[in-house]
């Protein structure tokens, strides 16, 4: 799960802090910062992505005009999520933590906790996880949720990546392919996915960081490898 970074109120043309009338106002300001992503599944979608509100609105509407409480998420995240109530100290954020390290991912569009994480933040990623739905594993023609199977496709379009990388490291022109690759993974969504995929090579791996408009780089050192965010992840 992409780390993202919100950054703060957005301004006003004199320069005062914007002040939403309606939460709906602050899509375009969330997708400037962040990208096209739901903050959740990480999915790219260029129509449908609504603005979340991290504690729901309805059993806090104090915090439903709050910028700090926006995230994107798609119509599954969203309404798997829905009105629970969130206590968000139980949970692992993207805003907040470096959710690149908690969780693994595998070619078959699954997804499960980080094994390397400690017991308590085990706890805390699963309640991420099951907050969203992201282990719902539909298999049906009919099903809405397609989160997994487009997982899924995304392993295969970045092991295809690496093939080509590969190929073009051995003829020498590796650089070239660099930045092509940071275009087409953010092209394509799924950051976490890529990065794991292309692990082995940090400057395909900065080239990703940079490419995801919002991504919180201070969870990376300068070899890209993953830095905790908080005293906790
Ligand atoms: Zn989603």
Known sequence: MR???RGPVPLEADGSNKVFTSYGNARRDLIDRMGQ???????????????????PKSLNPTLELEW??????????????????????DYLWPDVHNTHMAFSYTPDGKIDVNPALSDALKVKAQKMLDLVGLQNYPDNATASDRRWLNRKEAFV?????LLLYQS???????????????????????????????NAYPTVKRQIVLSFKGTADTCFDTDVNPLQRTAEL
């Not at 379009?157 to 990546?161: E, F, H, Q």
Request: hydrophobic share 40%.
């Open 68 to 89: 700090s409480n926006f995230l994107l998420g798609c119509t599954n995240c969203n309404s798997t999520k829905g009105a629970q109530p969130v206590n968000l100290p």
């Open 157 to 161: 379009k970045a092991n295809l990546a």
């Open 3 to 5: 780390p993202v970074e």
């Open 168 to 198: 073009a490291s051995a003829k020498g022109a590796a650089e070239e392919c660099e930045k092509l690759l940071g275009f087409w993974a953010c092209d394509n969504g799924f950051f976490s996915i890529w990065m794991q995929v292309f």
């Open 37 to 55: 992503y739901c903050a959740y599944c990480n999915q790219k979608l260029p129509s449908s992505l609504a603005v979340e509100h991290v504690q």
